[in-house]
């Protein structure tokens, strides 16, 4: 089942924060967060292992709530890079045959 | 090559033709997966494959889809009898062995565009 993100939507000015959710109704093993700018492949950004271990990227942090299946993916100190849509994936599996992409969430930085 | 490689990367095709859609994963790695994503949607799962093997079939929309992948490399999928609902871009994704340095890590392709008029 698909995961469940929001907002679906923000508009930030350069050096704001903002936080994005996703929540699963199922538990999880491991949550992938990627970025996809307009009409460009989805880069990874950072994946949240059961058990508390992250690994990827510097500027940008997420935390996983494991009981509640739920990650939140913060950017802070927004820089107009930063502007596109940013989607949360989820295994179920702990194998990652199966990432299960959630409906996206636009963000866009403006000066 | 350095990335994962799709062919073509725009199609237009006619209703009830058949089209074929070509991924070439980042060499070394054997998982293989296909995403597709309509216009201004998410990514919706199509299909796994571990090795030449595609142990979770169960995103691909009808039968009129399949895959397949050969020599644990190169994947087609192929959409038969196309219809208008299967216009999108055609996304594919490889990943390298699990407990690598950023384990799960998933590297996109540009995509194919299909186009069914």
């Known amino acids: 089942q698909q995961p469940v993100q929001s907002p679906q939507a923000v508009i930030l000015r350069e050096g704001e924060d903002a936080v994005i959710n996703c929540s699963s109704s199922?538990?999880?093993?491991?949550v992938h967060w990627y970025r996809q700018k307009h009409g460009e492949a989805p880069v990874f950004l950072m994946i949240?292992?059961?058990?508390?271990e992250q690994k990827g990227h510097e500027k940008i942090s997420a935390s996983f709530n494991e009981k509640k299946q739920q990650s939140s993916l913060y950017l802070t100190a927004s820089q107009l890079s930063y502007s596109g849509t940013y989607f949360c994936?989820?295994?179920?599996?702990?194998?990652?045959?199966?990432?299960?992409f959630g409906t996206g969430t636009r963000l866009q930085v403006t000066l | 090559g350095a990335g994962v490689s799709q062919s073509p990367s725009n199609k237009v095709t006619e209703k009830g033709k058949d089209v074929e859609l070509r991924c070439d994963p980042i060499?070394?790695?054997?998982?293989l997966y296909w995403y597709r994503q309509s216009l201004g949607q998410g990514l919706e799962f199509l299909i796994y494959?571990?090795?030449?093997?595609?142990?979770?079939k169960s995103g691909l929309p009808s039968d009129r889809f399949s895959a397949e992948r050969t020599g644990g490399s190169v994947s087609t999928l192929t959409i038969q009898r196309t219809q208008q609902e299967d216009s999108a871009v055609y996304l594919c994704?490889?990943?390298?062995?699990?407990?690598?340095?950023?384990?799960?890590?998933?590297?996109f392709g540009e995509g194919s565009r299909l186009t069914v008029l």
């Open positions: 199922k538990a999880l093993y491991s």
């Open positions: 949240l292992l059961k058990g508390g």
């Open positions: 994704a490889s990943r390298g062995p699990l407990g690598g340095p950023v384990t799960g890590e998933l590297f």
């Open positions: 994936g989820t295994d179920v599996t702990g194998t990652a045959s199966k990432l299960t």
């Open positions: 494959f571990q090795g030449n093997s595609a142990p979770d």
């Open positions: 060499s070394g790695h054997t998982a």
